[in-house]
C-alpha cells in the first residue's frame, strides 16, 4: 500500500506540473505561444507574445506548481511505512514536477524549460541556496538582458552553493539534475548565446 501510495503521489506530482500555464494564458487571447516568439511555453515567452499579467500569472503558477509537488501532494500521499524518507520522497515529486513541465501530458510530452517550476521545487526545499541563486539571476540579466544566460546561471550555481552550505545529499542531486535537464532544454538558446543572435528581455520577436 506504501508502495502504491508514493506511485499515486509521483504521478500527481507529473500532472500537477503538466498543466501548460502559459499555453492557456495565450488561447485566452487566442495566441498559440508555441507558434509565436520563441515557441518556449514559458513565462517569458508569454510576455513576449501576450502580455506583462498574463506572463506574471505564468510565473506565479509554474512557481506554484513547484511547491505543491513538494508540500500538499508529499504530505498527503506519504506513507510512515515507506522504504524512503519523506526527505527523499519530496525531492522525487520535486523531479515529477519538473519534467512534467517540461513534457507535459497536456502538449504531446512538449513543454518549457522548468526553470520556474524548479524554482518552486528548490525553493521549498533549498531555501538559503536558492535566494543566492535568484541573486545570481537577476545580477546576470542586470547586466545581460539575458534571460536565458541568468537562467543557467542560476542553475549551474544551485548545486554548487547548496553543496558549499551543506545542504543535503538528496537536495544536491536533485539540483544537479535539474540543472542538467534545464541546460539541455536550453541547448538552442546558447547556440543562440554563441552566434550572438539571443533575444533579450524585452524585445518582440515577430
Known amino acids: 500500500m506504501a508502495i502504491i501510495y508514493a506511485l499515486l503521489g509521483m504521478v500527481s506530482a507529473y500532472i500537477l506540473g503538466s498543466i501548460p500555464t502559459s499555453y492557456l494564458m495565450g488561447k485566452i487571447k487566442g495566441i498559440?505561444?508555441?507558434?509565436?516568439?520563441?515557441?518556449?511555453?514559458?513565462?517569458?515567452?508569454?510576455?513576449?507574445?501576450?502580455?506583462?499579467?498574463?506572463?506574471?500569472?505564468?510565473?506565479?503558477?509554474?512557481?506554484?506548481?513547484?511547491?505543491?509537488?513538494?508540500?500538499?501532494?508529499?504530505?498527503?500521499?506519504?506513507?510512515d511505512n515507506a522504504i524512503i524518507t519523506i526527505e527523499m520522497y519530496r525531492t522525487l515529486l520535486g523531479l515529477c514536477a519538473v519534467c512534467g513541465h517540461n513534457w507535459s501530458f497536456f502538449l504531446k510530452f512538449k513543454g518549457g524549460k522548468g526553470v520556474a517550476t524548479s524554482c518552486g521545487v528548490l525553493g521549498i526545499l533549498m531555501p538559503k541556496a536558492m535566494i543566492a541563486?535568484?541573486?545570481?539571476?537577476?545580477?546576470?540579466?542586470?547586466?545581460?538582458?539575458?534571460?536565458?544566460?541568468?537562467?543557467?546561471?542560476?542553475?549551474?550555481?544551485?548545486?554548487?552553493?547548496?553543496?558549499?552550505?551543506?545542504?543535503?545529499?538528496?537536495?544536491v542531486l536533485l539540483a544537479i539534475t535539474i540543472c542538467i535537464i534545464i541546460s539541455y532544454k536550453h541547448k538552442s538558446n546558447i547556440k543562440r548565446l554563441l552566434a550572438g543572435n539571443e533575444n533579450k528581455i524585452g524585445a518582440h520577436k515577430n
Request: glycine share 6%.
Open 32 to 79: 498559440d505561444v508555441r507558434k509565436a516568439g520563441s515557441g518556449n511555453v514559458g513565462a517569458t515567452n508569454v510576455l513576449r507574445t501576450v502580455g506583462k499579467l498574463p506572463a506574471l500569472i505564468t510565473l506565479i503558477v509554474d512557481i506554484l506548481k513547484g511547491v505543491l509537488a513538494v508540500t500538499f501532494i508529499a504530505t498527503y500521499f506519504y506513507n
Open 133 to 171: 541563486a535568484v541573486i545570481i539571476f537577476f545580477i546576470t540579466l542586470a547586466f545581460t538582458k539575458y534571460v536565458s544566460l541568468a537562467s543557467l546561471h542560476l542553475v549551474v550555481a544551485l548545486p554548487v552553493v547548496a553543496a558549499l552550505m551543506g545542504d543535503r545529499l538528496e537536495n
